[in-house]
């Protein structure tokens, strides 16, 4: 998805996660980790925060947001 990226696969490789193990621990498809992962697929709210909540993160240290929009305009 434009504009929206995250720093799951690094933050399970700190804690040497597995996609699996993540997958288990939010109730979604080891899949689903993969895609969203790989800024194919953003989770809905609920699944983003649980995603937050195993790695003791606020959501906004998971996930970012950058408008696509705007991103290459220059303030005047």
Do not use: C, H, W
Request: positive net charge; without cysteine.
């Amino acid at each position: 998805m434009p504009g929206l990226s995250n720093s799951i696969r690094e933050l399970r490789a700190e804690r040497s996660m597995t996609q699996q193990q993540l997958a288990d621990a939010i109730g979604v498809t080891r899949q689903t980790v993969i895609a969203i992962e790989g800024d194919k697929y953003s989770p809905s709210l609920e699944v983003a925060f649980r995603i937050a909540e195993v790695f003791g993160m606020p959501l906004e240290s998971v996930f970012q947001y950058r408008d696509v929009r705007t991103a290459g305009k220059r303030a005047r």
